[in-house]
C-alpha cells in the first residue's frame, strides 16, 4: 500500500480513526451516565471504514450517512464541538439541537445527512450524484450502509439507477454481521453483500474493514471510476462493531467470544502498531497526538455541556423555509 | 384571452420553469421518450436533453428520494408519480426524509422538490389506479400540498411551487386535464396559500378544491335558480390553508358545506370544519355540513364508481340541507 | 386482581392467541432471537420455534407484503414495525393491498392480518422515530384501527385484532408499555369498536385514546378538585369508532374537548371534532375543542420535544376553555 | 422436450394459449368499440409463458398475477365467462364488477390476485409460498412479474426472504423489453434480468417465452427444485407484446419492425406449425379445437354482455368481513 510508507498520512488516518474511537467512546460514557438521551449507535470498532472511505474523496466531494454516522461526519470533517453539542440537545449543535445523533448534516463540508431510517440514505446518494452529473461539477458521492441495509427495497432502486445511469456515486457498505440482533446470514443467502454488484453489472469488491489501507485502496479505486464517468461500484467492509446496536443493548445475540475474537482485530490497535513498528512515529509522538485528541474531545464536552438549550420558540421554526408562523398555526 | 386546458397549462408552467432555471428538471416514468402517460412533457426531452427530463425505472421510493438528494444539492426536481396511487410507495421519501429535512437539521439543509400527482376517480381504473389521498400529506408537517382546479390556476401554482423552497405536493386531478380555461401569454404566478373565491354568494359557502370545485360551480348555478346565492371558495392550496379567505365568506353567509372527493373519514375536509367551528362558531347558523365520499375503496364498475364520490346532485343536496 | 405492564399485556394476547390457533404466527425484525427490540416476545422463538416467530431482514414493505400473501392463504400473521415512523415504507402494502383485498376481490379474499406498530413521542427518539401517524390509517378504508391505552385494553383488543378476519392496524404507546394496570388471569376480550368510559363526569366529555388518556385522566383529576367533572371516554377503537358513546356523553354534558398526541392539522381529532358537530350541533354549549400536537416535526433537544404535544397541563387548559 | 412428442399435452398447451389470445383480441375488440371501460393490458403475444408456466404446477399450486394477468388467469384455470364479465364490471364477474381487469382473484383455482401496483404481487407470492411452508402443505407458488418489474424494492426484498429461508416460490418474469415506454435496458444494466439471482444466490434461467416448451421446461424444473424444499429460482422468459402497453397505445416509444419482428416468432402460429408439421394433429381437428374456443369466447362475451349490473346497494359491502354498514357510515 503506496500511503503505508507515507509516514504522515499514516498518522493522520490515525488521528482520525483515534478521534472517533474516542467521540464514541464518550458518548457511550456520557449516555450511561444519564447525561445523553436518546438512541446512541457508536461506531466504536468499525472506524478503519469511515476514515479509510473519507480520505479516499476530497472535501468537495459528499457522503450520506447513517443512525451509525459519527464516524462519518468525523471523517468528512465534521467539528466534534457541534456534534457533541447536537447529541445534547444543545442551541449551538449542528441542527440547534433539533435534529439529534441520528440527523447531522453540513452541506458546506459535503455531509449530506445522517438518517433513521434504514436504507433512505441510498437514494439520496445517488440523487447527489445525478446532481453532480446535470451540473457537471465532478463530484463524487459515498453512500454509506450497513449489511443489513442492502435488504431494504431503496438499495435495489437506487443501486440500479446509479448503475444505469453511470452516476459518480461509490456504495460503501459497512458489513458489521448484524442489524441489530439479526445475523446477516440468517436473511440473506449471499456469502458477501459485494455480490450483489452482479445484479448491476458493476464491480463488487471486499476490502477489510478494520485495515484502513484496504479500506482506503479499495475505496480509492471506486472513487477514481466514478470519477472518470464509468459508474458506480460497491464496496464491502468487512467488520464489527464492539459495542451493541445501541448503547443500553445487552447483547444476548451474540456470543462473548465472537466479541472477543473482534477486538484482537482492534482497527486502531493494528494500525497503532503498525505505525510504531514501522518507525514512522514514536511512542511520544503517538501519545502528544493521542492527548491532543483527548483534550479535543474534552473540549466539545465542556463545549456541549456549558451550551444553552435552544428557546422554547425553537420548536415552531425551521418547518418551512418562511411563513412558518401560519404554516404552524393551521 | 386564449383558452388552454389544464393539461397543457402544467405543461406550459413545467416548460416555462426549464427555460428560466436551468436548476429545474424532470423525473418520473415515462416522461421522456413518452412525454408522460398523460402526454404533459411531450418534446421536452428532445428539447432539454436526457439529462433534464428522465426516464426512471418503476422505483418509486428510489427515484422520489433521488430527487430528495438532487433538491438537497440545490437543484429543483419536478418529479410525477403516474398516479397519486403509488405514493404510498414513495412516502418514506416523502414525508420522513423531504418533509422533515429542513427541520432535523435546524434549517441548514432545504428540499425544493415538487411532487406531482394525479389523482381521482369516474375513469374506470379501479381502486389501485383512483384515489384521492389528499389527507396523507396534509398531516405532514413541512410538506406544501397544492390541489388547483383550473388551467390558470395549474399554471400559476405549479409555477410558483416549483420556485419554492419547500417540498411540495402538487395534486392533479386526472379529469381536469382536458377541461379548458383562459390562461393569459404573459408571465404570471399564483401565490401558494392564497385561496380564490370562484363565485361569490351571500346565502352559504361552498369550500372546495380540485375537480370539486367545477361541480361546486354547476351546484352553484343550480341553487340560484331557486334562489339560493352559493359562494365557492376555492382554497387551491391546501396547505398552507388561507382561512382568512374562509372566514371572511363564513362571517357574511353563516352556513358552510366543505366539498371533497376523497373519503369523508378523516379527509381533509374534517380539518377544514374543525376549524371553521373552532373559531367560528358564533357566526354559525348551521353545523358545517360535509360532502364527501363514501368511505368505500373505489369500485370498478361503471354502475357503480360514481356513486361513491360527490358530483353536482349531492352538493345541491347538501347544501339544502344548511340552508333550509 | 393482578397487575401487570401494558408490554406484557400485549406480550400474553400474541402468546394466548398462537397457543389457541395455529394458524397465527408473527413476523419482523428482531422478534425472533432478540424477543423484539422492546422484549414483547422475548422466549416466543423457543416456544413456538423459527417458522411461527420469524426474524425479517430490514424489508418493511417486503415482509408485510409476505405477510398479506400468508394472510390471502388463511394464516393469521401478527406483524410489527418496529416503530410506526416506518409505516410509510409499508404503505402500499397496507393501504393498497391488504386493506383493498376484500372489497376489489368482490368479498372472494380475507385478509386477516394485524400490523402493531408502537409510535408516540417524548422518547427523544428524534424526527424520524417519534410519530403518531393514526390518521394515516383511519382514512383508509378497509382497515381497522386500534389504539389502546391500557393493559387491560391492550391484550383484550390484541385478542380481538388477531382473530377479526380483516387487517387491523394496531397502534401502541413506546411510553406506555411499562404502565401497570390490572388484568385479569382469565381469558377475556375487548371487542373492536367499542369505547369505554374511563371516568364519568357531567360537566365536559374528554375523548381521547392511547397515552392521552392518561393524561386526561389526571387532567380529570385537578380539574375535579376545582370543580369540573370531566367525563373521559376512550374511543380504543378509531375505526370502526363508537360514536354512539360519544353522542351519549355530549348530550349530557354539552362540551367536548378531543386530546391526541398526533399533530393537530389532519389528526384524527378533526373527524371526531367534525362528526360532533355534524350530529349534535344543537346539543353543543360551546365549539368542540382540540388539544393535539403542534404542526411540526418532532425534535430531539429535550428543551423542546414536549413542548410539542400534549400534556396534562395543556389538556386542563383546553377544558377550562370550554367550559368557562 | 419430452413433451413436445405427446400429442395430447401439446394439443391442450395450444388450446390454452388460442383461449388466452382470443379472449384478449376479443377484450382489445370490445374496448375500441367502447364497451369495456379502464385500462385493458392484452398479453397477445406472451401467451406461452403464462400457458408454459402454469401446466408446470399442479392445480393445488398457486400463482400471483399482474395487471397483464388475463393470461395467468386463463391460464390456471379461470373460467372465461367470469372474467369477461369482470372486465364489463357486471355483477355475474369474478369480483362482482368491483374489481375489473386488475384485480381477479380466485382462492379456489390457486389464483391469489392480479394487482394494479407494479412489483406487489411479489411479496405476497412469497408470502404464499410462506404459507405453504409454514403449514406444511407442500404447495408451489408461481410469481409472475414484468421486466420492469424487477426493478422495484418489493423484487429484491422478497426474492431476497425467499430465498434466505428457501420458500417454495418460483419467480417468472415475463420479459417484454418494455415497461410502458421504457426499454428495459435504458433503465438495467444487465443484459439478462435472471442474472440478478446472483445477488441472491439462487439458480436464474433465461428461457425462450415465445416457446411453450422452453418455458414449461425452465418453470418445471425450478417447480421440482421448490417442491424439493431447495428454494427459489428466478426463470426469465424473452416475449414481446403485439399490443400497446394498454389499448389505446400509440406506441410511439417502438418502431414498427420490432414489432414485426416479433410478430414473425409469434408463440402461437409456431406452435400450431410444430403440430401439424409433426403430425400431432390434422389441419381439421386444430379448426374444430379452434372453433370450440371461439364460441366459448363468444358465449363469454354473451354471458357477460347480458349479466345484470352489480345494484348501488353493492357499492358499500364487502368493504369489511361483517360491520359494513357502521363502518363505512364513519
Ligand atoms: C426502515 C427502518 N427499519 C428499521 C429500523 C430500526 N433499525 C435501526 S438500525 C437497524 C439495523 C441496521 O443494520 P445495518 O444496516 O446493518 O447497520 P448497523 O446498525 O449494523 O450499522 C434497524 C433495524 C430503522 N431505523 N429504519
Ligand atoms: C407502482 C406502480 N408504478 C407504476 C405503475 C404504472 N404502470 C402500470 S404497468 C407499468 C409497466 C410495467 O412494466 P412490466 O413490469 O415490464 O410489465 P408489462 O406491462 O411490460 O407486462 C407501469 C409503469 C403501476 N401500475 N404501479
Ligand atoms: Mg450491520
Ligand atoms: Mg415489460
Known sequence: MALAHDNKAALDLYQDMYRVRQFDSMASKLFAEGKLAGNIHTCIGQEAVCVGACRAVAASDFIASTHRGHGHCLAKGGDARLMMAELFGKATGYCHGKGGSMHIADLDLGILGANGIVGAGIPIAAGSALASRIRKTGEVTLCFFGDAASNQGSFHEAVNMAAAWKLPVVFVCENNLYGVSVEIHRVTSVPDIAERAKAYGIPGTVADGNDVFSVLAAVTEAVERARRGDGPSLVECKTYRHHGHYEGDPQAYRSRDEVEKWKRRDPIVRLRAEILSGGMAGADEMAALEAAVDREIEAAVTFAAESPWPSASEATTCVYATDNDRSVAR | ?324
Chains 1, 4 share one sequence.
Open chain 2, 1 to 324: 384571452m386564449r383558452t388552454i386546458n389544464y393539461g397543457k397549462a402544467i405543461s406550459e408552467a413545467m416548460h416555462e420553469e426549464m427555460l428560466r432555471d436551468e436548476s429545474v428538471f424532470i423525473l418520473g416514468e415515462d416522461m421522456g421518450v413518452m412525454g408522460s402517460v398523460f402526454g404533459l412533457t411531450r418534446g421536452f426531452m428532445a428539447e432539454f436533453g436526457a439529462d433534464r427530463v428522465i426516464d426512471t425505472p418503476i422505483s418509486e421510493n428510489g427515484f422520489v428520494g433521488m430527487a430528495v438528494g438532487a433538491a438537497i444539492r440545490g437543484l429543483r426536481p419536478v418529479v410525477e408519480l403516474m398516479y397519486v396511487d403509488f405514493a404510498p410507495l414513495a412516502l418514506d421519501q416523502i414525508a420522513n426524509q423531504a418533509a422533515k429535512m429542513r427541520y432535523m437539521t435546524g434549517g441548514k439543509v432545504k428540499v425544493p422538490l415538487v411532487v406531482r400527482a394525479p389523482g381521482g376517480a369516474g375513469r374506470r381504473n379501479a381502486a389501485q389506479h383512483s384515489q384521492s389521498l389528499d389527507a396523507l400529506f396534509t398531516h405532514i408537517p413541512g410538506l406544501k400540498v397544492v390541489a388547483p382546479a383550473t388551467p390558470f390556476d395549474a399554471k400559476g401554482l405549479l409555477k410558483s411551487a416549483i420556485r419554492d423552497d419547500d417540498p411540495v405536493v402538487f395534486l392533479e386531478h386526472k379529469f381536469c386535464y382536458a377541461m379548458q380555461g383562459e390562461v393569459p401569454e404573459e408571465e404570471y404566478v399564483v401565490p401558494l396559500g392564497k385561496a380564490d373565491i370562484k363565485r361569490p354568494g351571500r346565502d352559504v359557502t361552498i369550500v372546495a378544491w380540485s375537480r370539486q370545485v367545477i361541480f361546486a360551480l354547476e351546484a352553484a348555478k343550480t341553487l340560484a335558480a331557486e334562489g339560493i346565492e352559493a359562494e365557492v371558495v376555492d382554497i387551491r392550496s391546501l396547505v398552507p390553508l388561507d382561512f382568512e379567505t374562509i372566514s371572511a365568506s363564513v362571517r357574511k353567509t353563516h352556513k358552510v358545506v366543505v366539498v371533497h372527493e376523497a373519503i369523508k373519514r378523516g379527509g381533509y375536509g374534517a380539518e377544514i370544519a374543525a376549524q371553521i367551528m373552532e373559531e367560528l362558531f358564533d357566526w354559525l347558523d348551521a353545523p358545517v355540513k360535509r360532502v364527501a365520499g363514501l368511505n368505500v375503496v373505489i369500485p370498478f364498475s361503471p354502475a357503480l364508481e360514481d356513486a361513491v364520490f360527490p358530483h353536482v346532485p349531492e352538493i345541491v343536496a347538501g347544501v339544502k340541507e344548511v340552508v333550509r
